[in-house]
């Protein structure tokens, strides 16, 4: 694309944007070996008190793979 005047140039500066925004992901999941994730509780701590898990997925917002409600890592935030 040929960039020859300035309003060109905010139009192209303004689709390049657009489409590196849509191509890549907001955040990416961190990895359990990252946030010491371990298949245990730590004291009173696990997953399915947590803010970040979803139950009926066995998922974590934050922490990527299958998540173990008794299970726990250094994210953990406690549910309100
Ligand atoms: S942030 Fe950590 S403790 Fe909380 S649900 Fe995810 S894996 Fe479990």
Known sequence: MKVS???????????LGLVTFSA?????KAQKDKV???E???????????NYFLPKE?????????????GWCSLYFKKV
């Open 36 to 38: 010491k994730y371990q």
């Open 5 to 15: 005047s300035r309003r060109s140039f905010f139009r192209y500066m303004a689709l």
């Open 58 to 70: 066995k998922q974590c917002i934050l922490v990527e793979g299958s998540i173990n409600p008794n």
């Open 24 to 28: 890549v992901p907001l955040y990416a």
């Open 40 to 50: 245990l509780p730590h004291d009173a701590q696990h997953c399915s008190t947590c």
